[in-house]
């Protein structure tokens, strides 16, 4: 049998020995353990778990000394079995918590351990404090207590059951009202029903006078339609025969706009003709000039044949043909690049160290070239750059289209170099010289070229 279970009274007290020095109590001769009510069992584990840690340590048996250790609300929850096994088992802790109790409770305990019972006082209170004291008559006041809580339960069931059916009535009376509300619903809508009954009929009849009216128009209708078809019949047979008379004379029109078009083909084949062997007789005369001159296709330009010559031959070329004089307006400058077939030729170093010497050389030939290949893709000119030899550099990125890169051979320089493009070019195409240096500019002034500065250009390249 469990400890719960001698709790509750079914299991024989046992002496507690080491304590002859206890004064025995009074029940120590009962041989059975009365069985409890659950909600005085509650209270007598509730009122231990209370006191027990107002005990001094040495008259708290072990197995409860941990549970002394818990918290308040956690003591009577966790420590109720530990607490009725040994309440059950130990009349001498029994004795010594009661004893505690009993003097808290203050008048009632004194009463209680007295064998009296309060008639105001709690049944469930007196019987815990009877049980944990044992006066005189302790068994009949749990007794009265059981009885007292059985009818208090009584009761209560009793007052759930007259509730439970006072509820049941209510809701009965709920669902009688909630019935005659619905049958006076339907009722209504019966009524509703009838009346819409009523109004469709009345417009049945409506609509049925409406479509003998409808049949009726739409007979005169049919009538009607049948009149307007024989009038748009001889109207259609009139527009028919109008038709055929416009179609008459438009194939005449036509006649005679075909008869227009011949005379005007034959006028402009006779014109094309008379143009044709104009141009045909111009063209055999330009060929024949072309055979009494033995001239070729040219595949390359005059500057072309400088840049590819291995030395220079002076004199070859030279002619005297009379410029203007040198100046440093990029307005001036423009007026020449608009020539026909102009020719610019600019001296490289000679521009650059003049105008972002700041710069590596490599920088300097790029930042001219790029500017060099806006100028030749506004105007459509040829272009020309000459570098000093000494200077030049393998893998040059490639120049611009309409930009020519040359650079002068080991031993010459590009001043040499840029007379030589002048001497190459026939005489009466203009040339335009960049550069600052006064011998090249007196040079090519003397083979008839235009010398501009190296500012004309750098002007005209920050304008764009």
């Known amino acids: 049998m469990s400890a719960i279970e001698e709790f509750s009274g079914g299991a024989a007290q046992e002496a507690v020995p080491g304590n002859a020095d206890v004064a025995p109590l009074s029940d120590m001769s009962d041989s059975v353990e009365p069985v409890l009510p659950e909600p005085v069992r509650q209270r007598i584990t509730a009122l231990s778990a209370a006191a027990l840690p107002g005990m001094p340590a040495e008259e708290i048996p072990f197995p409860l000394r941990k549970v002394a250790r818990f918290a308040p609300n956690r003591r009577a929850r966790l420590g109720a079995q530990a607490l009725a096994a040994q309440l059950a088992?130990?009349?001498?802790?029994?004795?010594?918590?009661?004893?505690?109790?009993?003097?808290?409770?203050?008048?009632?305990?004194?009463?209680?351990?007295g064998g009296m019972a309060p008639a105001a006082a709690d049944p469930v209170e007196v019987a815990a404090l009877a049980y944990l004291a044992r006066p005189d008559g302790w068994r009949e006041l749990?007794?009265?207590?059981?009885?007292?809580?059985?009818a208090e339960a009584d009761s209560a069931a009793v007052a759930n059951l007259v509730h439970e059916a006072e509820q049941r009535a209510a809701r009965a009376e709920h669902d009688r009202a909630v019935a005659r509300v619905e049958a006076d619903k339907l009722r209504d809508e019966l009524a509703r029903v009838r009346e819409e009954l009523g109004q469709l009929r009345e417009e049945a009849r409506t609509s049925a006078r409406a479509l003998r009216e409808t049949q009726a128009s739409l007979k005169r209708a049919t009538?009607?339609?049948?009149?307007?078809?024989?009038?748009?019949?001889?109207?259609?047979?009139?527009h028919d025969a109008e038709v055929r008379r416009m179609r008459t004379r438009l194939a005449e029109a036509e006649a005679l706009a075909a008869s227009g078009k011949q005379s005007a083909k034959d006028a402009r084949a006779a014109d094309d003709a008379r143009v044709w062997l104009l141009l045909e007789t111009l063209g055999q005369a330009a060929a024949g000039l072309r055979r009494e001159l033995a001239i070729g296709p040219v595949d390359k330009l005059p500057a072309d044949f400088v840049a590819d010559s291995a030395a220079d031959r002076p004199g070859a070329l030279e002619r005297s043909r009379p410029r203007a004089q040198d100046t440093d307006d990029p307005g001036r400058l423009d007026q020449l690049?608009?020539?026909?077939?102009?020719?610019?030729i600019v001296d490289g170093y000679n521009v650059t160290k003049r105008g972002f010497a700041e710069m590596s050389l490599e920088q300097q030939r790029k930042r001219l070239i790029t500017g060099l290949g806006g100028i030749a893709a506004q105007t459509g000119d040829e272009v020309t750059v000459v570098f000093d030899g000494a200077e030049r550099v393998h893998g040059l990125p490639p120049a611009p289209r309409g930009v020519r890169v040359l650079f002068s051979h080991k031993g010459d320089t590009a001043d040499e170099l840029i007379r030589q493009l002048v001497r190459a070019e026939p005489a009466g195409r203009p040339l335009v010289v960049i550069s600052s240096d006064r011998e090249v500019a007196d040079?090519?002034?003397?083979?008839?070229?235009?010398?501009?500065?190296?500012d004309s250009l750098l002007r005209r390249l920050s304008r764009g």
């Open 89 to 113: 088992a130990d009349p001498l802790f029994r004795q010594r918590i009661g004893t505690r109790i009993v003097a808290e409770a203050g008048d009632l305990g004194s009463a209680v351990a």
């Open 142 to 150: 749990i007794t009265a207590a059981g009885e007292t809580v059985r």
């Open 223 to 238: 009538d009607l339609v049948a009149t307007e078809k024989g009038r748009a019949s001889k109207a259609a047979a009139e």
């Open 337 to 344: 690049l608009a020539l026909p077939r102009a020719h610019l």
């Open 443 to 454: 040079g090519v002034r003397r083979h008839g070229a235009y010398p501009m500065g190296a």
